[in-house]
Nanobody, 127 residues
Framework: QEKLVEFGGGSVQAGGSLRLTCIAS????????MGWFRQAPGKEREGVAAIDSDGTPRYADSVKGRFTISRDNAKKTLYLQMDNLKPEDTAMYYC?????????????????????WGQGTLVTVSG
């Protein structure tokens, strides 16, 4: 059974950094496009960053230049390095797998476009 487990969230001041990690199990990790989306209370599921199976990354405009996504296929692990965090980055962050990279960057991702997703890790940025 597919499973994704995220950790690394926390509370930071604006301008600070966090590194999120997602560990996959139960499926062929390197066959899938992986990504991170976030959801704040009352808001949509916003695609943040995605990376295809050969390591090519893409980012939402809101995080470009501040966030870096990477993957280690041997370890079945996905990362999101978040620098220069802003209060508007506050949200629950989820790791997800999909068959198409562009689906992971949608402004409001439908869950039926995802193969699986994790339970989330909370990021709080105070200004």
């Amino acid at each position: 059974q597919e499973k994704l487990v995220e950790f690394g969230g926390g509370s930071v001041q604006a301008g600070g950094s966090l590194r999120l990690t997602c560990i996959a199990s139960g499926f062929d990790f390197d066959d899938y496009t992986m990504g991170w989306f976030r959801q704040a209370p009352g808001k949509e599921r916003e695609g943040v960053a995605a990376i295809d199976s050969d390591g090519t990354p893409r980012y939402a405009d809101s995080v470009k230049g501040r966030f870096t996504i990477s993957r280690d296929n041997a370890k079945k692990t996905l990362y999101l390095q978040m620098d220069n965090l802003k209060p508007e980055d506050t949200a629950m962050y989820y790791c997800a797998a999909s068959i198409r990279l562009e689906w992971l960057l949608l402004r409001d991702i439908p869950l039926n476009r995802l193969v699986t997703w994790g339970q989330g890790t909370l990021v709080t940025v105070s200004g």
